[in-house]
C-alpha cells in the first residue's frame, strides 16, 4: 500500500483549524468590547447517524470559537407544523444569531416549507430563497457553507479559476448549483467557464476528463477514478459515505471519489475525511459571526 501519493493535498482540516483561529480571535474582542458571544442554534429532527454527527461536529466546534451554540432536538414523527412552531420560536429569539436545520428531514416534512420560514437574517445556512437569490445576483447575504468552502479552500491553496474549466458532479441545491453559480461569477474566485453535470449528463467522463478543476457532490461512493480525470487536476471531494471495511470498526469513511487511484493522477485532491467538511463547518461559524455582527450594525 503506502506508495507516496503524487498529488497535493488540500488540507481542509489544517485550513478550516485556521479560519477557526481567526473568528476565535474576532469573538474573543467581541468580548473584551462587552459585547455578548454570537450564538449558533440548531435543529435536529429524528435520529439519522449521520445528521446527529454533523450537528454534534458544529456544537464542538463552536464550542472551539467561542461561539454559543444550542441544539434542539426533535422526535422522527415531528409534524411539519410542529417544526415551524420551533422555528418560530428560534425566528423571534434575539439571543440567537443564526440557526440551521439539519437536513435531510423526514418524509412528513416539506424541506421547502421550513426553509421558507427561517427568517433569511438568521438563515446562516444560506439555503433560504432570499439568500439564493443573494448568492445569484452576487449581492451580501448568506451563502451557503459547503460552496463558500470550497471557493475558500481554493483561494487559500491560490488556485486560479480565472478562465479554468470547473466541472460540477451533482446539481444540488446545497452544492452542486451554488458552487457552480459562484465559480462562474465576475469575481476573484470565479470567471472560471462551469459545465454542471448531474444524472442525464450523457459522455461523463469525456466531459470530465476536461476539467481543470473537477467538483465531485453526486453522493456515490468512489465513483470517480483515475480515467475520469486529466492529469494535474484539482479533484474537489464533496462525499462523505462509510462503506463495510475489515478494521474494528467495521466500515471505513470514503468520498465520492477514488482516492486510491486519483490522489496519483490529480495535481490537488481534497482527502475524506479532512477536505472539504471541515471546511463547511468552519464557514457556517464564519456566518454566524457575520450574522451577529449584522444584528448588532443594524
Ligand atoms: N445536510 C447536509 N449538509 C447540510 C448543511 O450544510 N446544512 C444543513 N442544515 N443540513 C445539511
Redesign the pocket.
Known amino acids: 500500500m503506502s506508495e507516496k501519493i503524487t498529488a497535493i493535498l488540500m488540507d481542509g482540516k489544517k485550513t478550516a483549524a485556521k479560519i477557526k483561529e481567526e473568528i476565535k480571535v474576532q469573538v474573543a474582542q467581541l468580548i473584551d468590547d462587552h459585547d455578548e458571544a454570537p450564538h449558533l442554534a440548531a435543529i435536529l429532527v429524528g435520529d439519522d447517524p449521520a445528521?446527529q454527527t454533523?450537528v454534534s461536529s458544529k456544537e464542538k466546534a463552536a464550542h472551539g470559537v467561542g461561539i454559543i451554540s444550542s441544539v434542539y432536538r426533535y422526535p422522527e414523527d415531528t409534524t411539519e407544523t410542529e417544526l415551524l412552531a420551533a422555528i418560530d420560536f428560534l425566528n423571534e429569539d434575539e439571543t440567537v444569531d443564526g440557526f440551521?436545520?439539519?437536513?435531510?428531514l423526514p418524509e412528513q416534512i416539506n424541506v421547502d416549507h421550513v426553509i421558507a420560514r427561517i427568517n433569511p437574517d438568521k438563515d446562516v445556512?444560506g439555503f433560504h430563497p432570499m439568500n439564493m437569490g443573494k448568492m445569484v445576483l452576487g449581492q451580501p447575504g448568506f451563502v451557503?457553507?459547503?460552496p463558500a468552502g470550497i471557493v475558500e479552500l481554493l483561494k487559500r491553496y491560490k488556485i486560479e479559476t480565472e478562465g479554468k474549466h470547473v466541472v460540477v458532479l451533482g446539481r444540488s441545491n446545497?452544492v452542486g448549483s451554488p458552487v457552480s453559480i459562484l465559480l462562474a461569477q465576475k469575481t476573484s474566485m470565479g470567471n472560471a467557464t462551469v459545465t454542471l453535470c448531474h444524472s442525464k449528463t450523457q459522455n461523463l467522463a469525456e466531459i470530465t476528463r476536461t476539467a481543470d478543476i473537477l467538483i465531485c457532490a453526486i453522493g456515490q461512493p468512489q465513483f470517480v477514478k483515475a480515467g475520469m480525470i486529466k492529469a494535474g487536476a484539482v479533484v474537489i471531494d464533496v462525499g462523505i459515505h462509510r462503506i463495510p471495511a475489515k478494521n474494528e470498526q467495521g466500515y471505513r469513511i470514503v468520498g465520492d471519489v477514488d482516492f486510491n487511484e486519483v490522489s496519483f493522477k490529480a495535481g490537488y485532491i481534497t482527502p475524506v475525511p479532512g477536505g472539504v467538511g471541515p471546511m463547511?463547518i468552519a464557514m457556517l461559524l464564519k456566518s454566524t459571526l457575520e450574522a451577529h455582527l449584522r444584528k448588532h450594525k443594524s
Do not use: G, K, N, R
Open positions: 445528521s454533523y440551521i436545520v439539519q437536513l435531510p445556512d451557503s457553507a459547503t446545497i463547511t
